[in-house]
């Protein structure tokens, strides 16, 4: 396959924050969001225009259920899909408002009867997108059931230049950022 970029001549250079956190026990997802926003504050006061979360950063929301479904790796991920609206509602209220683009930690999402990690990207326009996992290890697939998710590729449009996301295990396997 053949494309051309028309490449903008101006050098433009931004900041990036990955996080690289402590995974911390919460009371509610209002203790989570404060957490977390608080991680967002800290890039943008250091002029971030692109936050990277960490894989699976989302499973520490797993802190707020009862010890039973914190005990069971199955029960986790389901009960996650309760909090998969409020997770990417506090993402994108918190991209638009600080004016960054955020990939937010990726989450388990049930698609069907299977389980994606699934990497969400927030625009300060308002817009998500996502990127789900293409590789999976096998602590995934033979303990947590989680399944690779079709080989789908999602190019990111930002106002400052274009992006793409490997998540974790996925950049062992050149083979897909080649057909970008």
Same mark, same amino acid.
């Given at each position: ?71 069971? &790796?199955?029960?986790?991920? @389901? $009960?996650?899909?309760?909090? =998969? ?9 918190? *991209? +638009? ?54 080989? &789908?590729?999602?190019?990111? @449009? $930002?106002?400052?230049?274009? =992006? ?9 396997? *050149? +083979? ?5």
């Amino acid at each position: 396959r053949q494309s051309t970029h028309f490449l903008d001549q101006r050098k433009m250079t931004i900041t990036i924050a990955s996080a690289q956190y402590p995974i911390a026990a919460h009371n509610s997802i209002q203790d989570w969001k404060e957490y977390t926003e608080q991680w967002v504050k800290d890039a943008v006061a250091k002029n971030a225009k692109l936050l990277v979360f960490p894989e699976y950063g989302s499973m520490e929301l797993v802190s707020i259920f009862p010890k039973e479904i914190q005990g069971d &790796l199955h029960g986790q991920i @389901e $009960a996650m899909q309760d909090l =998969l609206i409020d997770f990417k509602s506090i993402y994108l209220d918190m *991209s +638009i408002r600080y004016g960054v683009t955020i990939v937010a930690p990726s989450f388990p999402v049930k698609v069907g009867q299977k389980f994606h990690n699934r990497a969400f990207v927030f625009s300060p326009k308002g817009e998500v997108g996502y990127q789900d996992k293409l590789f999976m290890t096998r602590f995934e697939i033979e303990e947590w059931g989680i399944h690779a998710a079709p080989k &789908l590729l999602t190019v990111f @449009e $930002a106002d400052w230049g274009s =992006l793409g996301i490997q998540i974790c295990y996925d950049s062992e396997f *050149s +083979i897909a950022t080649q057909h970008l």
